[in-house]
């Protein structure tokens, strides 16, 4: 279970709060490296990978939201004691970041999601996981989630496509189930011209808790999360 998350860096006696960091389709624990050194000893940040990439690469990868959450909620588990956690998702990761948040058994002290329209719009939005090869490539492109090397390299476009197609399929797939809303703070981050999750449809993440909600726009297009500006609105929401 320990594959789950990129080793601890350790937690000092400044450390207050871990932060558990979930990747775009296509991302792994990697994407968050930086932000180690960018949020300082007081936060203990922990990304996820998922099968299927990075040091995972040769395990099966999940194609249903469920049988993922459950067995990352397994996984999590003994990592939520000890110190108040909070959760970060960018994207799909937001999505993954909001079921943890409802069935985890230890409340998270906020949600921050991110770069996703809210659960109540599953199922309403184009599904890029049954697009052939050419189409989804140029979608992910207009997204900004295809670097010009990946492009440039034939090989590793076909070793990538698969792992994002299944990604994409956990989102396209996702339908939350009727629940209570969380209690914890959620903020919700986008990016100001974000087609994919414009600031209006951020706005109704407000509706999955009872407690306080705050929306960020910032400056840039869905994958906005590579800017170092979103790491200072994580910290101020911490």
């Known amino acids: 279970m320990s594959g789950w998350l990129s080793p601890a860096a350790g937690v000092s006696s400044e450390t207050r709060l871990r932060l558990f960091c979930l ?3 296509g991302g792994g ?21 998922l099968p299927g990439r ?17 067995d990352l909620v397994k996984a999590l588990d003994e990592h939520v004691t000890g ?12 999505l993954v970041a909001y079921e943890l948040a409802a069935r985890l058994a230890v409340p998270s002290v906020r949600l921050i999601v991110s770069g996703s329209r ?26 900004g989630g295809m ?25 396209d797939d996702y339908r939350p189930a009727p629940r209570p809303p969380l209690s914890c703070p959620v903020t919700a981050l986008c990016g100001d011209a974000d087609g994919s999750a414009p600031p209006w449809s951020m706005t109704a993440w407000k509706e999955v808790t009872t407690g306080p909600f705050t929306l ?23």
């Not at 995972?56 to 993922?68: I, N, Q, S, W």
Request: charged share 30%; glycine share 8%.
């Open 23 to 25: 990747p775009y389709a």
């Open 29 to 49: 624990a990697g994407v968050f490296r930086a932000w180690r050194d960018l949020l300082g000893p007081a936060v203990d940040v922990r990304g996820v990978c």
């Open 147 to 171: 670097p010009p090397g990946v492009l440039a390299e034939t090989e590793l476009l076909e070793t990538m496509l698969p792992m994002v197609r299944d990604d994409l399929a956990l989102a």
């Open 83 to 94: 110190l108040p956690y909070a959760l970060f998702g960018h994207s799909l990761g937001a």
């Open 118 to 143: 809210a659960p109540r719009f599953a199922g309403t939005e184009r599904r890029l996981s049954d697009l052939p090869d050419g189409a989804l490539v140029r979608a992910l492109t207009e997204l």
């Open 216 to 238: 960020r726009v910032l400056p840039g297009e869905h994958f906005f999360v590579h800017d170092d500006r979103i790491v200072h609105e994580v910290r101020q929401s911490l």
């Open 54 to 70: 990075e040091s995972r690469f040769t395990e099966p990868r999940y194609r249903k939201m469920d049988e993922l959450v459950d």
